[in-house]
């Protein structure tokens, strides 16, 4: 099972900066993590729907919504199975619950599996 830990949350003025960190790991000490294919941020502002943010492949390529290109951009380190999303000139519509994704590919006793796992949530909010 590949947990994941978001961190980097909290409240900033307009026109600020955060940096999210998620960091992957495998809580079953003798399983391996396997492959992140994809890793992503996604959020939900209240009363909508989680939407993506930004993705990046694990060979660095990435997407990102219309509404975040130009001031977020994402990264990831595969050594350290961590992704990343640096966020500057924050928008009070900015303000939501942020969570991270991984998809996890991995070879077991009944072949390949493909899962999708989500941390819990960190919230940012963007004020004055």
């Known amino acids: 099972q590949v947990q994941l830990v978001e961190s980097g949350g909290g409240w900033v003025q307009p026109g600020g900066s955060l940096r999210l960190s998620c960091v992957a790991s495998?809580?079953?000490?003798?399983?391996?993590?396997?492959?992140?294919?994809?890793m992503g941020w996604f959020r939900r502002a209240q009363g909508k729907q989680r939407d993506l943010v930004a993705s990046?492949?694990?060979?660095?390529?990435?997407n990102y919504t219309d509404s975040v290109k130009g001031r977020f951009t994402i990264s990831r380190d595969n050594a350290k199975n961590a992704v990343y999303l640096q966020m500057h000139n924050l928008k009070p519509e900015d303000t939501a619950d942020y969570y991270c994704?991984?998809?996890?590919?991995?070879?077991?006793?009944?072949?390949?599996?493909?899962?999708?796992?989500w941390g819990q949530g960190i919230q940012v909010t963007v004020s004055s």
């Open positions: 990046i492949t694990d060979g660095g390529s990435s």
């Open positions: 495998e809580s079953d000490a003798s399983e391996s993590i396997g492959l992140i294919v994809d």
């Open positions: 994704n991984a998809i996890v590919v991995k070879l077991g006793p009944r072949g390949w599996s493909r899962d999708d796992y």
